[in-house]
């Protein structure tokens, strides 16, 4: 309770700052910055569906959504924001995907490319409500093929944070998970979200040299 605390008043003061700069652009006249915030969620179990279904019909009351890995230049008429979802969960296959088909909201789903048809080996605890979720496998994958609402990116391929390894060890797991992936697609795979949010100058080099075309983070 304390962690959704703090960050709902993290939260709540972005939105403050926001809403105020825009109310400070108005009344100054100043031409408003395009704005595209982008939802990253986890595992979406069949207990929370109802909520995340009710999260996205909000979503569309106060934004436009788009596919992250469409996002260039953007008009500043709307808010916009896309939707991902990290690890590749089978719940959010089952649970989160249906909602936003019926609603025509684009999404991506993030895979770390070597644990296909596993338990998130990386949550050690086993008190993690994720903790008992499997990572879609490589057929349940192939049914992405030419979906024009949701498409694939990658988590690397051991969900290891690219900032405790070395160059050789990072430069495998940015470069070995697209190749896995796009064999399986039969298609580009263009974006990549880094293991836990992190990753240094090294990290967004070799994201380049493997032919991403857009990276993604947890930083506000």
């Not at 939105?15 to 825009?22: C, I, M, R, V």
């Not at 959504?65 to 230049?73: G, Q, T």
């Amino acid at each position: 309770m304390i962690v959704r605390l703090i960050k709902f008043t993290i939260s709540f003061f972005v939105w403050l700052s926001d809403y105020l700069s825009e109310i400070a652009c108005t009344f100054l006249r100043i031409k408003k910055q395009a704005r595209c915030v982008i939802l990253y969620y986890h595992a979406v179990t069949e207990k929370q569906r109802t909520r995340f279904a009710h999260q996205m019909d909000e979503l569309l009351r106060w934004a436009k959504p788009v596919a992250v890995d469409s996002i260039n230049v953007l008009p500043a008429s709307h808010h916009r924001a896309g939707i991902t979802f990290d690890d590749g969960f089978v719940s959010v296959h089952e649970n989160a995907l249906p909602e936003l088909r019926k609603r025509n909201i684009p999404a991506t789903l993030f895979i770390p490319a070597n644990c296909l048809g596993q338990r998130p080996l990386w949550l050690s605890d086993t008190d993690n409500s994720d903790s008992g979720e499997f990572i879609l496998t490589a057929d349940q994958l192939k049914t992405f093929k030419e979906d024009d609402l949701f498409a694939i990116g990658s988590h690397c391929g051991t969900h290891r944070n690219l900032m405790l390894l070395n160059d050789a060890e990072a430069k495998k797991e940015i470069f070995e998970s697209k190749k896995i992936l796009e064999d399986i697609l039969e298609m580009e795979v263009k974006t990549l979200s880094f293991p836990h949010g992190a990753f240094n100058d090294r990290d967004i080099e070799l994201a380049k040299q493997a032919g991403y075309k857009k990276v993604f983070s947890i930083l506000p």
